[in-house]
């Protein structure tokens, strides 16, 4: 089959522009928050950092693969879809598997940019106290939500891939800044002492670690906007390389400098000065442009079930501006970032790292190999067989596939339990700030 079909006509994005917007999607939160999760895992976490990075990249490559395989099969997976990943999922598993697909997506999606937003405000406040002010952290999460709402009203990645670098390089410069300002730091600090570590700790930082890993939620929007998207894979390697290589460092020298000393969000560990200033911008910038990024394909499911015109009209802007103020509302109401990080890496981001790419390229193996090579019967309106008993996978493929989904769903379950018994514990509740604007955040 002619590659033709699966290039749209207009100019896309190249292997590194796929590679920046990855980094830029999922790289700002783990900067801050892997140092704490090393912390709570031990020594072992950054042996897990790679470990996940690994299998990440792997069900990554899956997925891009699964979709080249859905275009060239079906007449309604070719050039740009607003929703692929929806999609692949009808076309392997029927109703069931796009609803099942879409609510964990949209739970991803939804509470990532919630992250996003509270790690911004929570950068801001720090940022204003340190120059004598102080404005409380719920006005914050105001101010900074509408600033972001113009952005919102793009329509999808390639038309803000300068919002991408811009994310990219913030992360970038925070991580030297990071890792300088420790070294500095490092010869002044006391006996480094690190706490007991307890399951429940130990769960909720393997949900921070699944979190700061998984870019499965915005892959494929991105894939179907590449030029040649069989270059995904190449995107997925650069990707992965680059996220590991930020990522460990800073994990490392956090650990062993600071310990059981860890905040929640590094930054807070450094010392008051211009460096830390410079990273707190930085790094806000980012996480404020990540949230633009991450919050793309969840617009775009929107404005498909609204029937929006793709051209930009009044209308995208109307239906936006509802899903923006929802994500105030949750940011509002449960504004600890960690905790929301944990149960979205724990549940529904699981699904679609650990459990989806694989189920979906292994679903679509089978197809093609039954469709043989008469790509051209094959219609927009065929599903996959349910019954097939062709099998093309090489069976040691499928025992690890099989083994990454087991590992996906007893690290999925066991953070998930431990973030919701923090979110309700009297211990650790923290007030909405719609009740106490003051001391919400505190």
């Not at 089959?1 to 006509?9: Q, R």
């Not at 895992?41 to 950092?49: A, E, F, P, R, V």
């Not at 929570?122 to 120059?131: A, E, G, K």
């Not at 940011?331 to 694989?358: D, H, M, N, Q």
Request: glycine share 8%; hydrophobic share 50%; with cysteine.
């Amino acid at each position: 089959m002619s590659s033709k079909y699966l290039i749209p006509k207009e100019k896309g994005l190249g292997i590194v522009n796929t590679a920046v917007f990855i980094v830029g999607d999922v790289s700002g939160t783990g900067i801050l928050s892997l140092a704490r999760a090393v912390e709570d895992t031990g020594w072992t976490g950054l042996i897990l950092i790679v470990v996940f990075a690994i299998i990440s990249a792997y069900t990554g490559i899956l997925l891009g693969e699964a979709w080249i395989m859905a275009s060239e099969l079906f007449e309604d997976c070719k050039g740009h879809i607003q929703n692929p990943y929806q999609l692949l999922a009808q076309k392997t598993y029927d109703k069931v598997g796009r609803y099942v697909l879409s609510v964990s997506l949209h739970t991803t999606v939804f509470g990532g940019a919630v992250v996003f937003l509270l790690l911004a405000a929570d950068n801001m406040q720090s940022l204003v106290q340190t120059l004598g002010y102080d404005l409380s952290f719920c006005f914050w999460v105001l101010i900074l939500i509408t600033l972001l709402l113009p952005l919102t009203w793009f329509g999808t990645p390639k038309h803000f891939w300068l919002i991408a670098y811009g994310s990219t390089l913030s992360t970038i410069s925070t991580t030297a800044i990071i890792l300088v300002s420790v070294g500095e730091e490092a010869p002044t600090q006391p006996k480094v002492r690190h706490h007991e570590i307890n399951g429940e700790g130990f769960m909720l930082a393997l949900g921070t670690i699944v979190f700061a890993l998984g870019g499965h939620p915005n892959f494929l929007t991105l894939q179907v906007d590449m030029n040649r998207q069989k270059d995904f894979r190449k995107s997925i390697f650069l990707t992965f390389i680059i996220v590991s290589c930020l990522y460990l460092p800073v994990a490392s020298v956090g650990y062993f400098v600071y310990g059981d000393s860890l905040d929640a969000n590094i930054i807070n560990n450094l010392p008051p000065g211009g460096p830390t200033y410079v990273a707190l911008i930085l790094i806000t910038i980012h996480l404020l442009s990540a949230f633009v990024i991450i919050l793309n394909p969840l617009l775009q499911e929107v404005d498909m079930v609204l029937h929006v015109p793709k051209e930009f009209t009044w209308k995208r802007c109307v239906t936006r501006s509802f899903v923006l103020i929802c994500v105030l509302f949750v940011a509002e109401t449960i504004p600890k970032f960690e905790y929301v990080l944990s149960l979205i890496g724990g549940s529904s981001l699981t699904i679609l790292v650990f459990i989806c790419p694989i189920l979906f390229h292994m679903r679509m193996c089978k197809l093609k190999a039954n469709a043989g090579n008469n790509v051209a019967m094959v219609t927009m309106d065929v599903q996959a067989p349910l019954d097939e008993k062709f099998e093309p996978i090489a069976p040691w493929r499928k025992v690890l596939n099989y083994e990454i989904i087991c590992i996906g769903v007893l690290a999925g379950v066991t953070a998930t339990v431990s973030a919701i018994i923090n979110i309700v514990s009297p211990d650790s509740f923290s007030v909405p700030c719609y009740i106490n604007i003051t001391r919400a955040s505190t």
